[in-house]
């Protein structure tokens, strides 16, 4: 299975001298290409990546290097299977640092979890993914009663097992949403996070042969188009200035999501002053560092730098879109302290229209963080390994 387009590649190295954590000039940055393509062990780029995805964004030529990353990772699983380690960190294993989140929540949220998990699944709705499970509070705003949210923890994207190359646990996964969405009536599907979005509307079907019909849009655009029909008024514009932190489905999706964000921004009162590095050249969250080694210093590492770029600009907030840029930055804060604000899109709209939401994000984060050194860090120590035989909602039917 490869979904690298050699025959589009001129082995220009374009993709891997813009990286933003390799450093490689021109010349190394071909002979890296050259040594992926010919499948050859080691090197710096399977040495030093952090699964950031901007290759694929800075190809010219749309040859999809990242994909020679992920294939080398899908060896590597197919031989010798995940460290367990990894496991807490996944979706479809249970237990998770994310579902663990339920039994913590307040009565509000679990009602909002099991209306969500009820909904009928129809017409326009928001798949809430992972990540606004973990977070439901975001979503517990009077403006977006419009939009009804239907899903639960069974139907992860699946995109922390694409990240890191697992492509039998993809193909799985894909066959997995096929069935449970066939026979659902639903126009369109409305994504609070690129990352879902991407994986719905490109790359599950486009990769792993799943069958998604209906139309996927980001929510952002979802709330512009309210905005231009009067159903979401901004009472309460916020008049001070952010920095943004951009996904790393944000980067390879492009103006669909950076422009209409920034543009959001401005119409709630904001103004937004660029970090050094932004847009296709912004760093990660750090969620994605581990898919190299599965090694939680690693994915700190990645989330420290991002942090200290945010503090340099000086404004003191960080506006973040993806929810699971959301949630790891936050986590991150937690031990590295820059000071900033880590404020979530819907956070910024529920403030811009009157109903300010509460600030869970920080026990929140300190819970997931408290319980990843609980039940994960422990299993550093072991050499055990294992293979994801079964997703967990196979198991439960």
């Known amino acids: 299975m490869s979904f690298f387009r050699e025959e589009k590649c001129n082995r220009c190295g374009e993709c891997f001298t813009r990286c933003q954590y390799l450093d490689l000039g021109r010349a190394e940055a071909v002979r890296e290409i050259e040594g992926l393509i010919a499948g050859k062990p080691g090197g710096k780029v399977l040495g030093g990546c952090v699964s950031c995805y901007a290759c694929d964004a800075f190809c010219p030529y749309d040859a999809r290097p990242y994909a ?13 299977g995940l460290p367990v380690r990894a496991s807490y960190l996944l979706p479809y294993h249970e237990p998770n640092y994310r579902s663990d989140m339920e039994a913590r929540m307040n009565p509000r949220e679990r009602e909002l979890l099991a209306r969500w ?38 139907l992860c994207c699946g995109e922390p097992f694409y990240r ?33 979005l991407n ?47 951009d996904s790393c489905h944000g980067r390879v999706m492009g103006a669909e999501i950076m422009d209409p964000t920034r543009e959001l921004y401005r119409r709630l009162g904001l103004k937004v002053l660029e970090m050094k590095r932004h847009h296709e050249n912004g760093l990660c969250c750090g969620i994605a560092a581990g898919c190299s080694n599965y090694m939680p210093h690693t994915i700190l590492g990645a989330a420290r730098r991002e942090l200290r770029e945010g503090a340099v600009t000086g404004v003191g907030e960080m506006a973040i879109y993806c929810t699971g840029c959301y949630l790891m930055l936050n986590i991150a804060d937690h031990l590295v302290r820059t000071g900033q604000d880590l404020t979530h899109t819907l956070e910024l709209v529920g403030e ?46």
Request: with cysteine.
């Open 68 to 80: 020679l990353i992920l294939e080398s990772w899908d060896r590597r699983y197919r031989e010798r």
């Open 117 to 154: 998990k009820s909904a009928p699944v129809a017409g326009e709705v928001l798949y809430p993914g992972c990540n606004l499970l973990t977070a439901p509070y975001l979503f517990d705003l009077r403006v977006l009663d419009r939009l009804p949210v239907a899903g639960d923890w069974s």
């Open 164 to 196: 890191m190359g697992l492509f039998e646990v993809m193909e799985k996964i894909a066959a997995h949403l096929t069935a449970y969405y066939a026979d659902k009536k639903i126009q369109k599907m409305v994504f609070a996070c690129p990352a879902c």
């Open 199 to 245: 994986m719905f509307r490109t790359v599950l079907p486009r990769d792993f042969g799943a069958r998604l019909d209906f139309e996927c849009e980001y929510i952002v655009t979802w709330l512009l188009r309210e905005m231009d029909a009067g159903r979401l008024t901004v009472t309460h514009p916020l008049n001070r200035t952010v920095t943004v932190h």
């Open 352 to 397: 811009a229209v009157g109903e300010k939401l509460p600030r869970t994000v920080s026990g929140r984060t300190f819970s997931i963080l408290a319980n990843i050194t609980k039940k994960a860090i422990p299993l550093m120590v072991s050499r055990k390994r294992y293979k994801v035989e079964k997703l967990e909602t196979e198991k439960k039917n």
